[in-house]
């Protein structure tokens, strides 16, 4: 037998690790255009992946009446060829380029989001520019668009979720504000939307004037005043005054409406109001609050529904804003939801009333506050690691007239807020009698035991 040599094998050091850097949000720098594009640029060494935020005042409240649906049709149209070319062309275009091109239709205005790779990135602003200086709006494209929109109404009614979302906006807010009605549109008003009445809205609504452009990204070796100059720069458009914004107001009477959906084996909980939005100081003390009641698998309500009873996988507390604005003509929704089996429905419901009640008379621990903060701050330099999250937060700053600085001041104020003023601002945010519940289930099950609650009048909607 041959003697068997020895093996050696060298490892590579293990690394180890560094000392915690201190963290902020980046801070952007912020220009103006010669079209009057306002600018917001952001330098993130690493990042090759750029992106791109176009932040348009072409708010819902600004559609037509009885044209629901305009700006959404709009926003999809945008990328759906322009006067260089055709839709194929254009996607063929971008799709050379690496890059993606979304945009949606919102309350506060028209969103358009751009990522590429810093390489293309002037190719890629030069088509962005292009949709937005020339959009084609053919009538086959619209057209197109518009029987897209309406095969999609039918499914998401029939989805409880969003079904419950339809049903609370209604409810909520007066019949005359646009928020009482769905974002992008019913049958009725999408079935009227052409291209005539997109480009109408288009013309009276998107300018560079009252425009805004993030970008975010690794700019090392890219001149970009003067890829700007030449791409987003060349937009022109006339100047107008910003639109009147009719402030948000709602009914939040307690009350329960039951979306009736014979033979469902669960029903979906969404109980809502509306509250401050991030202009006021109880925003931070709010966002605490809510997360320690339902913002994760440890909070107050999963405590009790999932790991106690077992009613449900999961139930969420959050806020989201609806409009943010500096006159105090904002709002955002407070809301809490979740799914239930359809036979535990009241009982779920009359544990859920009492993790309110039990919150308002002992309040949180200093224990669910810490977590609170170490969840909410702790992980944000990892929220934010991508261009696209930067710049998302960005423009969602300037959407809702916030200052630049808001966001790192926010995990600031987070870090500091107490348990007592984070109680205080989740009891407030949910009280118990001021709270508009919307179940979508089977009515023939769960009305009663609904009604015996004693958590407001109880009323069954069956379209």
Not at 135 to 143: G, I, M, N, S, T
Request: hydrophobic content about 40%; glycine content about 8%.
């Amino acid at each position: 037998m041959s003697d068997t040599a020895a093996v050696t094998m060298t490892f590579h050091p293990q690394p180890q690790a560094g000392e915690p850097q201190p963290w902020a949000f980046p801070a952007p720098e912020r220009g103006v255009l010669a079209n009057g594009l306002t600018l917001l640029r952001c330098h993130r060494p690493g990042q090759q992946v750029v992106a791109v935020e176009i932040n348009l005042a072409a708010p819902l409240d600004a559609e037509p009446e009885g044209l629901d649906g305009v700006a959404t049709i709009m926003s999809r149209a945008l990328s759906e060829g322009t006067d260089k070319h055709s839709a194929e062309e254009f996607a063929a275009e971008l799709e050379r380029c690496g890059a993606t091109l979304d945009a949606h239709a919102d309350h506060p205005g028209v969103r358009v989001s751009l990522e590429v790779p810093a390489s293309r990135l002037a190719k890629a602003l030069g088509l962005l520019a292009e949709a937005l200086r020339a959009p084609a709006f053919a009538d086959d494209e619209v057209d197109r668009l518009v029987r897209n929109r309406l095969d999609e109404i039918p499914h998401e009614l029939a989805n409880p979720q969003r079904r419950a979302a339809k049903q609370l906006s209604k409810e909520l807010f007066p019949a005359g504000l646009r928020m009482s009605r769905p974002r992008q549109g019913t049958e009725e008003t999408v079935s009227r939307i052409d291209s005539t009445a997109v480009r109408a809205f288009y013309e009276a609504h998107v300018r560079p004037a009252t425009a805004t452009a993030v970008v975010v990204g690794d700019l090392t070796g890219i001149d970009l005043d003067a890829v700007l100059a030449d791409t987003l720069g060349a937009w022109t458009g006339n100047s107008a005054e910003p639109l009147p914004v009719p402030p948000v107001t709602a009914d939040d009477t307690g009350r329960v409406v039951i979306v009736d959906r014979p033979g469902a084996v669960q029903t979906q909980l969404l109980i809502g109001r509306i509250g401050a939005d991030r202009h006021d100081r109880v925003w931070a003390p709010q966002v605490l609050g809510t997360y320690c009641l339902g913002g994760t698998l440890t909070s107050r309500l999963d405590k009790v529904l999932r790991e106690e009873k077992g009613y449900t996988y999961g139930v969420r507390a959050f806020g989201q804003v609806l409009r943010s604005t500096a006159d105090g003509k904002g709002a955002s929704m407070l809301a809490i939801s979740g799914s239930v089996d359809t036979p535990n429905t009241g009982p779920a419901l009359e544990d859920l009333w009492k993790v309110l009640r039990t919150l308002a008379e002992g309040g949180l621990t200093d224990a669910e506050r810490d977590v609170a903060v170490q969840n909410l701050v702790g992980v944000a330099p990892l929220k934010f690691e991508t261009a696209a999250s930067v710049a998302g937060t960005l423009a969602d700053q300037v959407e809702q007239e916030l200052p630049d600085d808001y966001q790192a001041q926010l995990y600031a104020r987070l870090a500091e807020t107490g348990t007592v003023e984070a109680t205080s601002a989740v009891v407030k945010a949910f009280p118990v009698d001021r709270l508009v519940t919307i179940l979508v289930g089977d009515a023939a099950q769960i009305e009663e035991p609904v009604r015996a609650l004693g958590i407001g009048e109880v009323s069954v909607v069956t379209n």
